[in-house]
């Protein structure tokens, strides 16, 4: 509790102080945008009618009405400025993938705020932060959960403490399945170790089978930040990478208060036995794989859906 408070108070008081500071200079930035595009059209417009012989006795001011080339007037801006008569977006319509085209606008071109808002990054911080919660809690909770199997003399512990940096062995597999198959596999990658994991933990109760467990929890957990973390430059602008950073963060310690609770009922109530709570966190995977299934769907795709 008093972690969850700490991270509230710092991350909170952190995001808030950002959303002020860059409230006007989003403003300001949005307002330029417009302009450039209003600029744009308007001497796209006066092209058009230079070249397609479509001029002011076409069309009266302050009126639409389509010309004799074929396009339509604005009606803000007078019979001068011609431009496209595009057809609405719809199954029926061949050209639907030229006008998305036309339309689209990457995340990180979004202000700040909307960036932290669309469903990818939010996916995004869940995901960390159900993982990240069940990784501190197989950390916290191994000499218990060991103790348990007839680890009385630790050695077991140790191996697993002296295993934790074998993940640096996985470096060049995960160098290699980012950059060929991308970052939605990368993070399929963490859910399949956290699922062999987890699998080891509740069904094998050999202390010699925990320890090829060990390994792939060391691979887990050294995934599960590189990748995660890795992640947020690919489609967020470079003024939001640190904000984003901090949220996650703070999605971790928000999952994490669920750890006391389930520590505190598998030691007290269940003599020490861990399955319950491995099995819950093991059973997490699979909303975790259908979130990163859904990143994956708006990384390719690029869609924005702003919750």
Not at 73 to 99: Q, V
Not at 196 to 202: E, F, K, L, P, R
Not at 214 to 227: A, E, G, M, N, Q
Request: one cysteine or more.
């Amino acid at each position: 509790v008093g972690y969850l408070g700490f991270a509230v108070a710092t991350y909170g008081g952190a995001i808030l102080s950002w959303h002020r500071v860059s409230k006007e200079e989003t403003n300001i930035r949005l307002h330029r945008e417009i302009s450039a595009i209003g600029d744009t059209a308007i001497h796209a417009g006066q092209e058009d009618n230079v070249e397609g012989g479509c001029g002011a006795e076409d069309t009266p001011p302050n009126k639409t009405e389509s010309c004799s080339c074929g396009k339509v007037a604005a009606p803000e801006s007078g019979a001068d400025l011609c431009f496209e008569d595009h057809p609405p977006l719809n199954a029926a319509n061949p050209d639907t993938s030229r006008h998305v085209s036309e339309t689209y606008v990457p995340i990180s071109e979004l202000p700040p705020t909307q960036q932290l808002q669309t469903r990818m990054y939010i996916l995004h911080a869940i995901l960390f932060g159900i993982n990240g919660a069940r990784s501190n809690f197989v950390l916290v909770s191994a000499k218990s959960f060991l103790e348990y199997l007839g680890d009385d003399n630790n050695f077991y512990l140790k191996i697993f403490t002296l295993l934790q940096p074998a993940s640096i062995i996985g470096v060049p597999f995960l160098n290699w399945i980012t950059s060929k198959k991308g970052y939605h596999s990368a993070l399929q990658c963490i859910n399949f170790l956290g699922l062999v994991h987890g699998i080891i933990q509740v069904f094998a109760t050999n202390l010699n089978v925990q320890v090829f467990g060990f390994v792939i929890y060391s691979f887990y957990r050294c995934f599960l930040f590189s990748i995660c973390f890795g992640f947020l430059p690919t489609y967020l602008g470079s003024n939001v990478i640190g904000r984003a950073a901090g949220i996650l963060t703070l999605s971790l310690g928000v999952m994490s208060v669920v750890n006391a609770p389930l520590a505190a009922v598998a030691i007290n109530r269940l003599d020490g036995n861990f399955f319950l709570p491995n099995l819950v966190y093991t059973l997490s995977f699979i909303p975790c794989i259908t979130m990163t299934w859904f990143i994956g769907k708006a990384k390719d795709c690029q869609v924005l859906n702003l919750s």
